[in-house]
């Protein structure tokens, strides 16, 4: 009875404290995995692009736990354009309560005020995810237009400050916590997002700067509006001061700038993971940035289109270090374009696991030109091992074994290739590829 007592006052003082938080942290046990349409598509996406890169996840990727299918920025303009932001005359799309609906001539089953809930409906029944992109804030043409706050007797005017607005874009103005209406629009949107089957939404220019009220608004939205919606933050490098803040409000939050398809962008995730690694918890997960595997730019902002420009080496760094760190998959390239090759670094299954179900997952040791990263599996026991070498010459990585594990032998298996390596007692040296990696199960 004490013991039902004690667990029981603790249930009512996270409840107190915390809120939702707990159940919030619930809706993403795992990193979440998915496909974003920024890479291939920038602004410009529509939605038959969406629903072939949800067609080819329900085929080839579902069953390795590929589930989220999100549409990014800027759905909400008829004639945007890639390589730069249409923002001299874009035709925005808003309902009478100053929130942005779909693009009705990108996204057609959204005529008729029916919002995203068809394409949602689409995606759902592929037994995948829907999620979207916005953009912090209040649309500055729902203040110039002065439209009502649902449910209140202000407008989107009385809720606006001229503070802070997106340097970047020009749609949004930000909303002043303190004004009456304010959490009451924030609601409101989650509200429509709700009602539209979204599950996941990455909000835009709310990382960096960090606006905390804001967060705190979106976070009671969430959690009133009655439907399980991941939390995604963006840009980054997001402040580490802010760390504690974000790892409580947020599912996933960046931890860098856009990432594309270069060498030295790979390679400035070791010094980022480093920093980040203590503030991963279980439903909140520091993030990378999207995968830039795949096709890229077919009408993206980086360059044009093209397969990614990172060798296939690279590629087994990249994946093997967002799994071993445990940072969220979402891919950026055009699903239906994959090669076999991508393909394979998108369901093996043993390297997943690594990301869905380790722990205890630090670096060793990191010099200029290679590094090391540990992590265990609690159900077995065993001992995951991630050697990367950062140079651009074939080198041998020597790592002493009793430095993570115990000092018995152990059978090693390479896990990018499945084969059995042998039985080695003190050291391991595997030899790796310039820019390349190796990810190892010990026994």
């Known amino acids: 009875m004490k013991r039902i007592a004690l667990c029981l006052a603790t249930l009512l003082f996270n409840v107190a404290v915390h809120g939702q938080q707990t159940a919030f942290h619930d809706w993403a046990p795992t990193p979440p995995m998915g496909w974003n349409s920024w890479d291939c598509f920038g602004p410009t996406v529509v939605e038959q692009e969406v629903k072939d890169n949800a067609d080819y996840m329900a085929r080839y990727l579902k069953a390795a736990g590929w589930q989220y299918i999100v549409v990014d920025i800027r759905w909400y303009v008829s004639n945007d354009k890639a390589h730069g932001y249409n923002q001299a005359n874009p035709i925005y799309n808003l309902d009478k309560y100053g929130r942005f609906i779909p693009a009705p001539n990108r996204f057609p089953s959204a005529s008729g005020g029916k919002g995203f809930k068809p394409l949602a409906d689409y995606i759902h029944g592929k037994g995948l995810k829907f999620g979207i992109h916005i953009m912090r804030g209040v649309p500055m043409i729902a203040v110039q237009q002065r439209t009502p706050v649902k449910g209140t007797k202000v407008t989107a005017a009385d809720i606006y400050s001229p503070k802070d607005s997106c340097a970047w874009l020009h749609d949004m103005c930000t909303i002043d916590a303190a004004k009456s209406g304010s959490q009451a629009y924030y609601n409101s949107l989650f509200e429509l997002y709700a009602a539209w089957g979204v599950d996941f939404v990455k909000i835009d220019d709310l990382s960096r700067p960090y606006h905390t009220a804001e967060i705190d608004m979106i976070r009671k939205a969430i959690d009133r509006c009655g439907r399980a919606i991941v939390l995604s933050t ?210």
């Not at 299954?349 to 060793?364: A, E, F, G, I």
């Open 234 to 443: 963006s840009p980054g490098e997001t402040p580490l001061e802010a760390a504690p803040h974000v790892s409580a409000h947020a599912n996933m939050w960046r931890v860098i700038d856009d990432f594309w398809d270069r060498w030295a962008q790979v390679d400035e995730h070791f010094d980022i993971f480093e920093r980040w690694n203590k503030w991963r918890i279980s439903g909140a997960w520091p993030d990378g940035d999207m995968l830039p595997l795949g096709k890229l730019s077919v009408r993206g902002e980086v360059g044009n289109p093209r397969m990614t420009a990172l060798s296939k080496d690279e590629q087994y760094t990249l994946m093997t270090l967002f799994a071993i760190f445990r940072s969220p998959l979402f891919f950026g390239g055009h699903l239906p374009d994959n090669d076999p090759f991508t393909l394979s670094l998108l369901t093996n299954r043993q390297v997943l696991d690594v990301l869905n179900n380790s722990t205890n997952n630090r670096q060793l040791f990191k010099d200029a030109s290679s590094a090391v990263w540990v992590a265990d599996n609690p159900l077995t026991g065993e001992k995951y091992l991630a050697v990367f070498n950062r140079s651009n010459s074939q080198r041998t990585i020597p790592v002493t074994l009793s430095s993570f594990a115990s000092e018995a032998a152990h059978r090693i298996k390479d896990l990018w290739t499945g084969k059995e390596l042998g039985t080695f007692s003190a050291s391991f040296q595997p030899i790796i590829a310039p820019h390349g990696a190796g990810l190892y199960k010990l026994k």
